[in-house]
């Protein structure tokens, strides 16, 4: 009886932790979408942000895509592109069933088997393709988290701009205001 009682006093004692003082975590530290066994091939060179030439020809990224403005935040994209890259990539087929038509559509991982996508919305470099797709809810979430801690080029600034007060963000997709 007396053990029951101090955990009931334990217990008690561990939820009186005011709603302020824990955030919790949402996104995990390491990365979710790993795929070890996936087709290795060998990249030629980054065309674009979205583009990779590989031994089996030009493919783009599936989960995700980046936009052509503002022109910085797409450079950017695709030097990060280029570094996670490397020489070699390995790659999932998307969907067959998908909206996007094209057979040239992969899943893109790092040699060491870690998304690529995953790191480029985690990164705010890239937004995430919400049509369709085997993550599609994962990589949304990562693209809500990713703007809510206005990370990268894309988000910068964003819970500035969404209460009116000045400052540098510039609406994915559209050209910069200043230009």
Not at 78 to 105: F, M, Y
């Amino acid at each position: 009886m007396l053990l029951l009682s101090a955990l009931v006093i334990a217990t008690a004692s561990a939820c009186e932790i005011s709603a302020g003082e824990i955030e919790p975590t949402l996104v995990p530290l390491d990365a979710e979408l790993t795929c070890n066994d996936c087709e290795l091939v060998h990249v030629n060179s980054v065309i674009d942000s979205n583009t990779v030439e590989t031994s089996i020809g030009e493919i783009e990224m599936y989960g995700a895509y980046v936009v052509d403005q503002p022109a910085d935040c797409a450079e950017e994209a695709e030097v990060r592109l280029r570094e996670l890259s490397g020489s070699a990539l390995r790659i999932k087929q998307g969907p067959i069933d998908s909206v996007r038509s094209q057979p040239n559509h992969y899943y893109l991982f790092t040699e060491e088997g870690e998304s690529i996508e995953e790191r480029l919305i985690s990164e705010g470099l890239a937004l995430a393709w919400t049509h369709d797709g085997e993550y599609l809810g994962w990589l949304i979430f990562l693209d809500a988290v990713a703007r809510r801690d206005e990370r990268g080029c894309l988000w910068h600034d964003y819970q500035a701009f969404q209460h009116g007060e000045p400052n540098e963000f510039r609406i994915p997709g559209l050209p910069d205001r200043a230009s």
